[in-house]
């Protein structure tokens, strides 16, 4: 396929695309679904876009292929990239140490020079078909070193840069071995998202104390090619989700047939409570095993009063902090199981599976009290699904104050689930709160969500940058 020039060309490091190989040794394609996706779909049919990204297999390519108007260009990787970049340097160093460095992180300099290769494969992709004066939006902490590699490349487009993740505070972040390299990798982009102005604040101070650059409110003086000053535009842009399709999902009368369905298949509890996370420890699941565990063991919750459903879906699974965390997890839910069900009353269901969005849908309809105590996210949509499916106004959302979503989603109950003891009471108030309150608090977090969807976040994204 011969590329078009693109005017609006995504960089991610995964492509969203579902590649299928059937048994005859056929290749299909077909979008995967995803809130980022249909964001900036109808932006990237309009200007005829491109999405760069690896298509999530070792040694894996295709020709660019084009699917309802936008074309997907795939980044291929081999198994020591993939080793080197993606699990080693993206999810055991930088990951841990934006998230607060929970585990610590791992500093090893062939993973550095495995990122910097990898960051301008995907840097040399880009470049190769964005139009003349058009824009490249680059996503996440897998590509920090790309809107430098793209200016050096391409200096006639404008460049974005939005960090789905935390940023750490200078005393964390001047661990990294390579912090300038990062930093001014980063200052390539005309304009830096972050989820929160924390976020945002953190990242200003690190530029300042480890680069010497001068800020000015949200702005940032970079070294220009060729001498002189280019002004950096930074600030928060809090992500969202398809607020109203998942609306729509939640109000489908199968939707709700299969949510009384798994009431019932759980027993008809009075309360129903429910967690889902990607297997990660930012995610808190063992703090909110500890606490239903202790509120089980003093009789303050009972089975078959009362059960959760924890669902995790697989990730990462070939680096050591997640092998271990599966293995704490999944010790504590037996445990559980073991002493506090009895038979066709467990205390815990747990599926370590994806859920397709229906069956999610009805999940988060059935669950009386949604349980999210991440130790640190950028911003949490689970949190946001949650309310967004509660189309009949009830249930109550636990929050953990250390996400991005907390920022808005102030009538949840905000714990800090590092005080378990605390945990164990927001539980309790809330498998006790009554309709009346619940619609309260959901009705006004059900307008924040639906009003500040995925798409306001994408074009306010957008606006700033064509401005900057
Ligand atoms: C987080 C990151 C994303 C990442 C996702 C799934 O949300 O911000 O960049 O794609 O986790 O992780 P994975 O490593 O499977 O892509």
């Known amino acids: 396929m011969t590329l078009n020039p693109a005017e609006l060309v995504v960089v991610s490091n995964r492509l969203p695309l579902d590649v299928t190989f059937s048994d005859d040794g056929k290749v299909s394609y077909g979008r995967s679904p995803g809130g980022l996706v249909a964001a900036l779909d109808p932006v990237l049919r309009q200007s005829g876009g491109a999405w760069v990204g690896w298509p999530g297999a070792p040694d894996f390519s295709f020709e660019p292929v084009e699917l309802d108007g936008l074309t997907s260009i795939p980044v291929q990787l081999s198994g020591d990239e993939i080793a080197e970049y993606y699990e080693g340097f993206s999810n055991a160093t930088l990951w841990p140490l934006y998230h607060d460095v929970i585990t610590p992180p791992e500093y090893h300099r062939e993973w550095h020079e495995a990122y910097r290769a990898v960051n301008y494969k995907f840097a040399v992709a880009a470049a190769n078909v964005a139009a003349p004066g058009g824009t490249i939006w680059v996503h996440d902490y897998q590509l ?34 390579w912090r300038r390299e990062i930093l001014m990798g980063l200052l390539g982009a005309d304009l830096i998202g972050f989820q929160r102005s924390q976020d945002a604040g953190n990242f200003r101070s690190c530029v300042r104390r480890l680069t010497g650059l001068t800020t000015r409110g949200h702005s940032i003086l970079a070294p220009a090619p060729g001498g002189g000053r280019r002004e950096v535009i930074s600030g928060a842009f809090p992500i969202s989700i398809d607020s109203a399709s998942v609306d729509a999902l939640a109000r489908r009368p199968s939707v709700q047939a299969r949510s009384r369905a798994i009431r019932a298949e759980l027993g008809n509890p009075d309360r129903i409570l429910f967690g889902v996370d990607r297997l990660d420890y930012t995610k808190g699941i063992s703090h909110r095993l500890k606490a239903y565990e202790e509120l089980l063991r003093e009789g303050r919750l009972k089975v078959p009063g009362v059960v959760m459903v924890q669902i995790a879906s697989p990730s990462r699974d070939n680096v050591s902090a997640y092998q271990a965390l599966r293995d704490d997890v999944e010790t504590t839910v037996g445990r559980i199981a073991g002493d506090f069900g009895s038979l066709g009353s467990p205390a815990i269901h747990y599926l370590h599976q994806n859920q397709p969005p229906e069956e999610m849908a009805a999940l988060y309809l059935a669950a009386d009290v949604m349980l999210v105590t991440a130790l640190r996210d950028g911003m949490n949509l689970v949190a946001k699904e949650y309310v967004a499916s509660r189309v009949d106004g009830r249930g109550a959302l636990i929050l953990s104050e250390f996400t991005g979503a907390a920022d808005e989603l102030r009538q949840a109950i905000l714990v800090n689930p590092h005080d378990i003891d605390g945990l164990k009471a927001a539980i309790l108030r809330a498998t006790t709160l009554e309709v009346p309150r619940q619609r309260r608090r959901m009705q006004a977090l059900r307008r924040r969500v639906l009003e500040h969807d995925v798409s306001a976040w994408a074009s306010s994204f957008l606006r700033a940058l064509a401005a900057s």
Do not use: S
């Open 144 to 177: 920090q070193l790309v809107p430098a590699m793209v200016r050096e490349l391409r200096p006639d487009v404008r460049i974005g840069f939005f960090n789905h993740i935390p940023f750490p505070p200078e005393a964390l972040f001047a661990q990294l071995p």
